[in-house]
């Protein structure tokens, strides 16, 4: 009976938990299908599309997305390459200096955007990359590139080297290892450092808010902002429905990237068995 007493208990934490999770999620979806929406969860009196129809018309907001998705999928794309390149030498040769770095590497993954951003800021002004889509790219995958290490290396260090050594005796270069026995085998690891990556750019506002001056150079993370009127006023229903469409980029790949993480742990276990 205790034991019964003691799962319920648990039980009730994680439910009130989840319905933490949940409520937002509802509000964001109901809101989104009412016009006359609020920031109460409330059934609409008319279920409409009118929401998601002005917020998709609007070539701003479209505009927006459009560089948000070019912003968070370059750098991604530029912080898995690097960061793979950088956790291969980490992982696999012996260097003098490998303890400190990795503890630097630790260091700067806790150091916040907001200590650096003044210098960087001053910076980009003199070398001219103030109020450039290429300058917020550069800055978010310099402050991406340490985790982004911290995380690639644990997966390299799960690829046994004997499998390697074997490619080389094939006559295959560090390269090609790398490319064909090293790459599909840690997949898992390039998805997950690309998605926390691309997550993590998509859903920045604070750099490219203090980046980018110019209306039509700035993201969709920054539109959001254009829901908030004046004097408190805010447009519920298009938050909500922006909101909702801001999502999709985030749930889609993760839920696309699911096939591959599962066939590269397969290929992993394979390869070990």
């Excluded at 109020?131 to 290490?149: E, N, R, T």
């Excluded at 560090?174 to 859903?203: E, H």
């Excluded at 699911?258 to 590269?264: A, L, V």
Aim: net charge positive.
């Amino acid at each position: 009976m205790h034991e019964k007493t003691t799962k319920g208990i648990h039980y009730a934490i994680l439910s009130c938990i989840a319905l933490v999770f949940i409520l937002p999620l509802l509000w964001v979806v109901i809101a989104s299908l009412d016009t006359n929406a609020s920031e109460a969860i409330k059934a609409p009196t008319q279920w409409t599309l009118e929401n998601y129809k002005s917020v998709l018309s609007n070539k701003t907001n479209l505009k927006g997305f459009g560089i948000g998705l070019f912003i968070s999928f370059i750098q991604a794309t530029i912080v898995v390459i690097v960061s793979g390149l950088g956790a291969y030498a980490l992982s696999r040769y012996r260097l003098s200096y490998r303890k400190g770095f990795m503890y630097v590497i630790l260091f700067m993954t806790a150091l916040p955007m907001t200590a650096v951003i003044v210098p960087v800021y001053k910076m980009f002004l003199s070398i001219g990359l103030l109020d450039s889509i290429w300058g917020v790219i550069l800055f978010l995958s310099a402050s991406s590139l340490p985790y982004g290490i911290w995380l690639m290396k644990n997966f390299m260090d799960g690829v046994p080297v004997e499998l390697e050594e074997a490619a080389w005796v094939d006559g295959a270069t560090t390269w090609q290892s790398i490319r064909k026995v090293v790459a599909p085998l840690m997949f898992p690891g390039i998805c997950v450092v690309f998605i926390y990556t691309f997550s993590g750019s998509w859903g920045n506002f604070f750099i490219p808010y203090i980046l980018l001056s110019t209306p039509a150079k700035q993201p969709a993370s920054i539109l959001l902002y254009q829901f908030f009127g004046n004097n408190g006023m805010v447009q519920y229903g298009q938050l909500a429905a922006y909101s909702a469409v801001y999502a999709l980029p985030s749930i889609l790949l993760y839920i696309l990237s699911q096939k591959y993480m599962s066939k590269g742990f397969t290929m992993a276990g394979a390869a070990k068995g």
